[in-house]
């Protein structure tokens, strides 16, 4: 089982048809399943009529999921999960209320000054978990063999900010435990964090943690980035120029690098470009 989850904080871009012709594409060529789920754990940014574009998009580009359309599957749907999550967390591994803020850890790396100051959980404060200082080996089903050491590169993990919203990493890894996602896949922007995941994911209970594919990004014709400014403009206006959905797939095929030419790709096809 993998999943397609975007986040309703915006509208969808040639980037999200990358992801979803990968996620469609591989599932489909494996003989798997593809969840949709809305990753809305973002209140402040989450909109309804973001959700609503993306739906109408997907259903227009053909890309059709096993689960989680209708109904639609939206994190903030059953909030109880991430706080049984953190019950048992609590059993198991060092949780502790932080009051730093961002401003005072500075760069990424967290150094651990809350981690014995036995502080209070109250409003205002963030909720950490103690990482161990372990190596973190896994293989990407793309791009091979990966080593990170999570507690070097993030520190102990924030699973709860200090405004009391569930951090993206904690509410991805308690989803993909409930769902029973085995395969994530997603882009290579995202590589950094998936030690980290995976860490997590095993201190939640998960004996077997998912494994992870991470795909290129779009790039333009000279290998850089592709950005909203140099062309990589939101679906919406695709469509309203006129746009068939196997050229915006096809498009986005092309620029991901899985096909030589930008031609016609229908989302029922997707799975061909995985083929041999
Ligand atoms: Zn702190």
């Known amino acids: 089982m993998t999943r397609f989850a975007p986040s309703p904080s915006g509208l969808l871009h040639l980037g999200h048809v990358v992801n979803a012709i990968y996620v469609w594409g591989v599932a489909r060529a494996l003989g798997g399943r593809v969840l949709l ?14 959700e609503h574009a993306l739906l109408d998009d997907l259903d227009w580009l053909g890309f059709v999921p096993d689960e989680g359309r209708s109904p639609v599957r939206r994190q903030l749907d059953e909030p109880s999960v991430y706080e049984a999550a953190l019950r048992a967390l609590r059993e198991t591994h060092h949780v502790y209320a932080c009051d730093c803020s961002r401003k005072e850890i500075g760069g990424e790396c967290y150094e651990g000054r809350c981690r014995d100051r036995q502080l209070a959980d109250a409003p205002g ?4 978990v103690e990482l161990g200082r372990a190596q973190e080996c ?6 091979g063999p990966q080593e ?4 070097r590169q993030c520190g102990d993990l924030l699973i709860r900010d200090r405004d009391g919203h569930w951090t993206y990493q ?4 308690v989803d993909d435990a409930r769902d029973g996602i085995t395969l994530v896949i997603r882009g290579a922007d995202l590589m950094s ?3 980290r995941q995976i860490a997590l994911a095993r201190m939640l209970g998960r004996l077997n943690p998912p494994v992870f594919l991470h795909h290129p990004l779009l790039h333009d014709a000279t290998g850089e980035k592709l950005s909203k400014s140099s062309g990589d403009t939101s679906l919406r206006q695709w469509r309203a120029a006129g746009k068939s959905a196997p050229e915006i797939i096809g498009r986005a095929a092309f620029l991901a690098g899985l096909i030589d030419t930008a031609r016609s790709v229908p989302a029922a096809a997707v799975h061909t470009l995985f083929r041999g």
Not at 148 to 151: E, G, L, R, V, Y
Not at 170 to 173: E, H, L, N, S
């Open 170 to 173: 904690f509410a991805v890894t």
């Open 125 to 128: 404060r963030g909720l950490r």
């Open 138 to 143: 896994f293989v990407d089903a793309l791009l």
């Open 193 to 195: 964090s998936t030690g």
């Open 37 to 50: 789920r809305v990753e809305d754990h973002d209140r402040i940014r989450s909109r309804p009529e973001y």
């Open 148 to 151: 990170q050491i999570p507690a």
